[in-house]
């Protein structure tokens, strides 16, 4: 008797979880369609080219970047503490590291080779010289001024209070880091206890907010085509550079649809039905342009659509945030190469290789900012004395590269928090 009502009991709960994972495929497929209703009707809106309606889309879309710039620097901060201090005792946290680590060098080396065989396949010619004179004007006067040197030297804090008053993402990862593996290493305790129980309580009001935020997103994404269609529509993108562009692009296109898939199946993932359930998450990174802004929307349909562990994925996707840059580092290297060669520089096989290598270390140091992978090439080729006028031509079609690039980016993150979870489920049954 007392064996059937056991029997009885777990039949019920396989049904009422078989109930709940049914109404959670039917929401997503909404919320799915719901999203590129939006895109539609945004597009749409935006070829009609009203002034008026241009500038309440653009208003429209500013207020969700901001929004999401200010839920991300939190995000990232609490999401690392939490996750360390919890699990900073456990065998599981180097492995998680390690594993992290390795996939986003890889796949990072990975978008960077194919850069480079596109651009040795493509080879793309030198411009005028007086189209590059001219571009150096178009180069924005804030970025031109800073060197790499100083980039770096500004992810070490010097104080508390800059850092998030800056957002500079990396200087808040090291800090968090540093904050999660102290409160790891602490006394048990009720001074340990209370400040764990804050930590996660702030982290659990964020992520409400974070719900509500995404609950009224379709109006931001119809706002965000809109931009989108409007700068197409003007002509923002069509000064396009021919070959240089198809390298970027075509690049990006190998390492979004072929590079990553075969990373997936190579760890028994569906890299179709990955992509599907990460859809939100790739669909906000295209049009915010900023991977640490989307940040809280990738940790969401991790956890909820593609079913990645939470101490996981609130350990991996903040870190990948700022490390994982796959889109980036064929942006440096490819865009580097093109200068190079626009200045007369010899580039032999060694050479691209050695810039191969300083094109991922630079990606990896690179924040999940807007306009971030321009001001790494901008400071690159400034300190070889490349004719940087070529950054002031790219520009314009700069936020269209810059959209893909993210979107990719994104899409990467989610890739190696997926493969790290499913090496720790195997390690774990």
């Not at 065998?91 to 080779?113: E, M, N, Q, S």
């Amino acid at each position: 008797m007392r064996y059937n009502q056991k029997k009885d009991y777990a039949m019920d709960n396989i049904h009422q979880d078989n109930s709940q994972a049914r109404q959670n495929i039917v929401k997503n497929r909404r919320q799915l369609v719901l999203w590129i209703g939006a895109l539609v009707v945004g597009a749409v809106l935006g070829v009609l080219g009203w002034g008026w309606l241009d500038t309440l889309m653009n208003f429209i879309a500013t207020v969700y970047t901001r929004l999401f710039q200010f839920l991300a620097v939190p995000t990232i901060v609490l999401a690392v503490m939490t996750t360390l201090a919890s699990i900073g005792d456990q065998k599981d946290t180097g492995r998680i590291f390690r594993h992290a680590v390795t996939y986003t060098l890889l796949t990072t080396f990975a978008a960077a080779a194919v850069g480079l065989v596109l651009f040795l396949l493509v080879r793309p010619g030198n411009l005028p010289a007086q189209m590059v004179s001219g571009g150096q004007a178009a180069i924005p006067k804030a970025l031109g001024g800073e060197t790499y040197y100083d980039h770096i030297l500004s992810v070490v804090p010097n104080n508390l209070v800059q850092p998030f008053l800056e957002a500079n993402v990396l200087s808040l990862l090291l800090i968090a880091a540093a904050v999660g593996i102290a409160l790891a290493k602490m006394r048990q305790g009720e001074r340990r206890t209370t400040v764990l129980n804050l930590l996660l309580g702030l982290q659990d009001l964020l992520f409400m907010l974070i719900k509500g935020l995404i609950w009224t997103l379709p109006l931001g994404i119809m706002a965000f085509a809109a931009q989108l269609s409007a700068q197409v529509t003007a002509g923002v993108a069509a000064a396009s550079l021919g070959r240089y562009v198809a390298v970027i692009l075509g690049g990006n296109v190998l390492q979004f649809f072929v590079v990553l898939p075969l990373f997936l199946l190579a760890r028994g993932l569906n890299p179709i039905r990955h992509l599907g359930r990460m859809m939100p998450a790739v669909l906000m990174a295209f049009f915010t342009k900023s991977s640490a802004a989307t940040l809280p929307v990738t940790m969401e349909t991790a956890e909820k659509r593609a079913g990645v562990a939470p101490k996981v994925s609130r350990f991996v996707l903040p870190i990948c945030t700022t490390i994982n840059m796959n889109g980036c580092a064929a942006f440096i290297l490819v865009t580097s190469l093109f200068v190079m060669q626009n200045g007369g520089i010899r580039l032999t096989l060694p050479m691209m290789l050695l810039w191969l290598v300083i094109a991922v270390i630079s990606a990896i140091g690179n924040a999940g900012v807007p306009m971030g992978c321009y001001f790494l090439t901008l400071s690159l080729m400034t300190g070889q004395g490349a004719p940087v006028g070529i950054m002031g031509i790219i520009l314009p079609i700069y936020t269209i590269i810059d959209m893909v690039e993210t979107a990719e980016n994104v899409w990467s993150d989610s890739c190696v928090a997926a493969m790290t979870d499913k090496d720790l489920r195997r390690v774990t049954h």
